[in-house]
T-cell receptor
Framework: GIQVEQSPPDLILQEGANSTLRCNFSDSVNNLQWFHQNPWGQLINLFY???GTKQNGRLSATTVATERYSLLYISSSQTTDSGVYFCAGVRGGSEKLVFGKGTKLTVNP | DVKVTQSSRYLVKRTGEKVFLECVQD?????MFWYRQDPGLGLRLIYFSYDVKMKEKGDIPEGYSVSREKKERFSLILESASTNQTSMYLC????????????FGSGTRLTVV
C-alpha cells in the first residue's frame, strides 16, 4: 500500500543547531508536502514540493522524486521550531493526502 | 493568505448528541477534507469533497456524514456522538490544479462525555 516513512521519529537539539529530516515514499506517492504542527495542534504548510529545492528563511526542502525521498533542512534552530514535522504525499490519481508518522522536534534553549 | 476557519476550537458534547463541525475556506478551493488525529494513530481521512454536493468516503467514515452545499463550506456531522469520537478534528482545503498544497484550519478538539 501507500507508504510515507519519516526519520528520525524524535530529535532533540540545542538552539542554534542545524538538522535534516528525511521522508521516504513509495512510488505511488507524489506532490510532496511538509507541515509543521505547533503545540496548539495547527498544521502549517511549510512547503509544497513535488520536486526540486525550495527555501523559506531558515528552512529549505529538497525532493528527489525519481529516488522517492524528500529532505527538510532546518538551520540555526530556534525554540519556536519545536513541534512535529510531517511529510505527506498525494496518492496517485487522487486528491487524498497520506501522512507519515512525523518527526517530533524539541529545541532546547 | 488562504484561510481555513473552523467554527470551534474546543467542544464538549454528550453521548448521543448530534454534533456539527463547520469549516469555511476563503480561497475558492475545489477540494475540502476532514481528518481526525489521535495519539499513536496519526492523521486519518474521514471524508473529502472535490466539488459542491460531491463527497467521497475516506479511510474511517463510519459514524460520520458530511455536507457541502456551498463551495466554501464543508460540514462534518456526528449523527450520534460516542466517546470513541473524542479527538482532534482538522479541516483542510486544496486547489484542484495542484499549484499549491493543503491548507489546514486550526482544529477542533472534541470531547464526548
Amino acid at each position: 500500500g501507500i507508504q510515507v516513512e519519516q526519520s528520525p521519529p524524535d530529535l532533540i537539539l540545542q538552539e542554534g543547531a542545524n538538522s535534516t529530516l528525511r521522508c521516504n515514499f513509495s512510488d505511488s506517492v507524489n506532490n510532496l508536502q511538509w507541515f509543521h504542527q505547533n503545540p496548539w495542534g495547527q498544521l502549517i504548510n511549510l512547503f509544497y514540493i513535488p520536486s526540486g529545492t525550495k527555501q523559506n528563511g531558515r528552512l529549505s526542502a529538497t525532493t528527489v522524486a525519481t529516488e522517492r525521498y524528500s529532505l527538510l533542512y532546518i538551520s540555526s534552530s530556534q525554540t519556536t521550531d519545536s513541534g512535529v514535522y510531517f511529510c505527506a504525499g498525494v496518492r496517485g490519481g487522487s486528491e487524498k493526502l497520506v501522512f507519515g508518522k512525523g518527526t517530533k522536534l524539541t529545541v532546547n534553549p | 493568505d488562504v484561510k481555513v476557519t473552523q467554527s470551534s476550537r474546543y467542544l464538549v458534547k454528550r453521548t448521543g448528541e448530534k454534533v456539527f463541525l463547520e469549516c469555511v475556506q476563503d480561497m475558492d478551493h475545489e477540494n475540502m477534507f476532514w481528518y481526525r488525529q489521535d495519539p499513536g494513530l496519526g492523521l486519518r481521512l474521514i471524508y473529502f469533497s472535490y466539488d459542491v454536493k460531491m463527497k467521497e468516503k475516506g479511510d474511517i467514515p463510519e459514524g460520520y456524514s458530511v455536507s457541502r452545499e456551498k463551495k466554501e463550506r464543508f460540514s462534518l456531522i456526528l449523527e450520534s456522538a460516542s466517546t470513541n469520537q473524542t479527538s482532534m478534528y482538522l479541516c483542510a482545503s486544496s486547489p484542484s490544479d495542484r499549484v499549491a498544497g493543503y491548507t489546514f484550519g486550526s482544529g477542533t478538539r472534541l470531547t464526548v462525555v
